[in-house]
C-alpha cells in the first residue's frame, strides 16, 4: 500500500519528456479523487544540482537515512515534479522521517505562494 513518505521507483521523465531512467521518488500524496494517482518528486545522488533552501539532502549521517533504502547521500529534488498513476510506481525501498516530509511539503507549497 502505497502511503505520503514512501520512496519508491519510477522512471522519472527528462524535462523534455523524454524517457527516463528508473530511479527513486518521494511519494509526496495522493491526489484527490477517484483514482490512485500520485503526486510524486525525483531523487537524484547528482548533488551538483542541489537548490539552497528548496532541495533536500539526505546523508548517511541523518536519523532516516536507513529506513529510506537509499544507497548514497541524494537530493529529494523539489521542483522536478510528476503525477503519477500508482500502477506506474514500482515497489517502495523505504521512507523518509515525517518531520522531513513536512518540511518538504512546506518549502513546496510556500514556493507556490510566493509572488515570481
Not at 28 to 55: A, E, K
Not at 76 to 84: D, E, F, K, Q, S
Amino acid at each position: 500500500m502505497k502511503q505520503e513518505g514512501q520512496i519508491v521507483l519510477f522512471a522519472f521523465p527528462q524535462t523534455d519528456l523524454a524517457a527516463g531512467k528508473l530511479r527513486p521518488a518521494l511519494l509526496l500524496g495522493r491526489l484527490p479523487g477517484p483514482y490512485d494517482d500520485w503526486l510524486l518528486c525525483m531523487i537524484s545522488s547528482q548533488l551538483r544540482h542541489f537548490v539552497s533552501g528548496f532541495d533536500e539532502i539526505g546523508s548517511q549521517d541523518d536519523i532516516d537515512f536507513e529506513g529510506s533504502g537509499l544507497k548514497v547521500a541524494s537530493m529529494i529534488r523539489v521542483g522536478r515534479l510528476a503525477v503519477v498513476d500508482a500502477v506506474m510506481l514500482r515497489g517502495a525501498t523505504g521512507e523518509i522521517a515525517p518531520e522531513r516530509l513536512e518540511r518538504i511539503k512546506a518549502r513546496l507549497a510556500d514556493w507556490l505562494r510566493t509572488p515570481s
